[in-house]
């Protein structure tokens, strides 16, 4: 298990309870949702998984004009 690349799982809104019961055992795989990402924890982590839920989220605040 040492050599086990770190897998981050990003959520929409919630993380599902059979998602986070699945994976709690394995050490190796981080779950977070959609608010909670950021660059640095992208970056600790070797593979990234993300739901079409949670792009959808990261993306759509990018769409909203700025008022200045």
Known sequence: MEN?????VVEG???DE???LATQN????NILPSM???V???LLHDT?????????KIVEPM???INR
Do not use: E
């Not at 394995?26 to 795989?29: D, K, R």
């Not at 990234?48 to 959808?56: E, P, Q, T, Y």
């Open 18 to 20: 059979k998602l986070k």
């Open 26 to 29: 394995l050490h190796y795989v």
């Open 48 to 56: 990234l998984v993300m739901s079409r839920d949670a792009v959808n």
């Open 4 to 8: 086990k690349k770190k897998v981050l």
């Open 36 to 38: 909670g990402i950021n």
């Open 13 to 15: 809104c919630s993380i």
């Open 63 to 65: 769409h909203t004009p």
């Open 40 to 42: 640095y924890i992208i």
